[in-house]
């Protein structure tokens, strides 16, 4: 097959889009430490977007998909320009923008992916649903390889900023002397404590911090030019009026009889001249009329049978699952970043820390999707749920040393396996377990999850870390066993066949 130019181009946006915007936000809490305003600065985010997610459907058919990203990407542009320099007036602010990139971004991107599986069946109308699951699967292959890229970036800038550090002292030679006792469980973002150790959170010369800002922007900047000229601007939204409330409104086959009634006595040339204009005519009527019904009614719908869903006795039992799954990835990026990685090993080491997180996730995932397909999702919940404990177990008892500093790489490659296997089926389960609403119940699992990680970024400044990892094991717990009262009561499918591909032997298409 040809190469899918198009679609080529736009995943090298996504890489561009990923490589930054994602590289800045595993820094905010390490970069802007004082007075804890990365933390809040990332509440402040997901509380933007839990706002604004379920008006994102309404924004989307009245802008289309293209336009919607194109906000989206210029507000991660203000988002991590906004991280230039730490103050109230310009982190906080950064964490509004990143909000409105999160809420409208990562709603536009797999809308758009999909468009271009789909038209890419249009030659082979009988796999649609395979090459969309292809398509699908290079988009999240890229945007995980994103998340690796950015944060080598800024690990071989950081870097090269320690090396200087250490060239220009008369003590290179010599270990620098850090308190370990205010890292990892014993961190409590004291503000004179972690004054005292501001070298561990932030690069050593402040050009540094600007030019590594300067860099991501640039990558925004390509890919926001690389967008606006590649896309389409024919991607629709797709959402649909009611075909009751269409029919009764717009009126089309009834009109359409009454032009062939009244033009039977004219001639052919006079009855499709007359057709056409009527025909425009209507056509213009129908889409006022089908925008103002989409406008008004399709955010109610939305929320309305999105709240149905939500108290659900069925979702109420395992939205404990997505709430946790939303809170650990907070804990990994707000606390493990800043707790473990900067203060123990120093900023400069947190690129690699996550790249060891994204790399373990994006394996796992797949592994887990393989796994749940053969032998259900029970099993690959139950090693996840081994995994967390005692991550958590060991992070809190840890005494930590010069000489195992290194196992802070561990920490987070363990995260990311356990990270991979709930976040893959636990989206899979929405979709199982709500069958006939399965685009609402995909909403609903987005919501949720950015429900746990504003809880997660919330509560960042409120405790140490070892009342938050007290409280990461009592909410996996209890999800645990919720979620095993549902199994019981309702006996849902137990595998995920439906989230892999289904027949192994299909020729992958090339892009």
């Not at 090269?160 to 290179?172: E, G």
């Not at 040393?401 to 490659?413: K, P």
């Not at 429900?451 to 717990?477: D, E, N, P, R």
Request: aromatic share 12%; net charge negative; glycine share 8%.
């Amino acid at each position: 097959m040809a190469i899918d130019v198009p679609f080529v181009l736009f995943l090298s946006g996504v890489l561009l889009c990923g490589c930054s915007s994602l590289g800045v936000y595993s820094l905010v809490s390490s970069l802007n430490v004082d007075e804890g305003l990365g933390t809040w600065s990332l509440a402040l985010a997901y509380g933007t977007s839990l706002l604004i997610a379920n008006l994102t459907p309404v924004i989307g058919c009245y802008f289309g998909c293209k336009k919607l990203l194109t906000i989206a990407e210029i507000s991660w542009l203000l988002f991590i320009l906004g991280n230039m320099y730490t103050s109230y007036y310009t982190v906080l602010p950064a964490g509004f923008f990143l909000g409105c990139g999160e809420a409208f971004g990562w709603t536009a991107l797999p809308i758009i992916t999909t468009y271009f599986g789909k038209r890419r069946a249009s030659a082979d109308p009988a796999n649609v649903e395979k090459h969309v699951r292809y398509y699908t699967g290079y988009y999240f292959g890229v945007l995980q390889g994103s998340i690796v890229v950015g944060n080598a970036i800024n690990f071989a800038i950081l870097h090269i900023d320690r090396s200087l550090a250490d060239a220009n002292t008369s003590h290179n030679t010599t270990k620098r002397n850090i308190d370990y006792s205010v890292c990892g469980a014993n961190d409590c973002q004291i503000g004179n404590i972690t004054g005292a150790n501001m070298e561990q959170y932030t690069p050593a010369f402040p050009i540094t911090r600007y030019a590594l800002i300067a860099v991501y922007a640039v990558l925004m900047i390509c890919c926001i030019i690389l967008h606006s000229i590649v896309l389409p601007n024919d991607i629709n939204w797709n959402l649909t009026v009611p075909k009751s409330s269409a029919n009764q409104e717009i009126g089309t086959a009834p009109l359409e009889i009454d032009l062939v009634d009244r033009d039977s006595k004219g001639t052919a040339a006079e009855t499709n001249n007359r057709k056409i204009v009527e025909e425009k005519s209507l056509i213009k009527d129908s889409s006022e009329k089908e925008e103002t019904v989409s406008l008004k009614n399709v955010f109610m719908t939305t929320i309305k049978a999105t709240i149905k869903i939500a108290f659900n006795p069925k979702h109420l039992l395992v939205v404990l699952l997505a709430i946790y799954n939303g809170m650990t990835i907070g804990f990994v990026v707000g606390e493990l970043t800043r707790a473990y990685a900067s203060c123990i090993l120093s900023v400069g080491k947190v690129g690699v820390c996550i790249m060891l997180f994204s790399t373990a996730d994006c394996v796992f995932s797949l592994i887990a999707g393989k796994m749940a397909g053969k032998l259900g999702r029970n099993l690959p919940y139950f090693i996840a749920f081994v995994i967390d404990i005692g991550l958590y177990v060991f992070s809190i008892h840890w005494e930590f040393n010069a000489g195992n500093e290194w196992l802070v790489y561990i920490i987070f490659l363990m995260f990311g396996c356990s990270d991979g296997i709930w976040q893959t089926l636990v989206t899979a389960m929405y979709g199982e377990y709500f069958v006939e609403e399965q685009q609402l119940a995909l909403n609903l699992w987005n919501v949720v999850l950015n429900f746990g990680f504003l809880i997660q970024y919330a509560m960042s400044t409120a405790f140490c870390v070892y009342t938050k990892l007290y409280i990461q094991i009592t909410v996996l717990c209890v999800a645990v066993g919720t979620y095993a009262i549902s199994q019981f009561i309702y006996y849902p499918p137990e595998t995920c066949r439906d989230s892999e591909v289904t027949n192994d032997h299909d020729e992958i298409p090339k892009l």
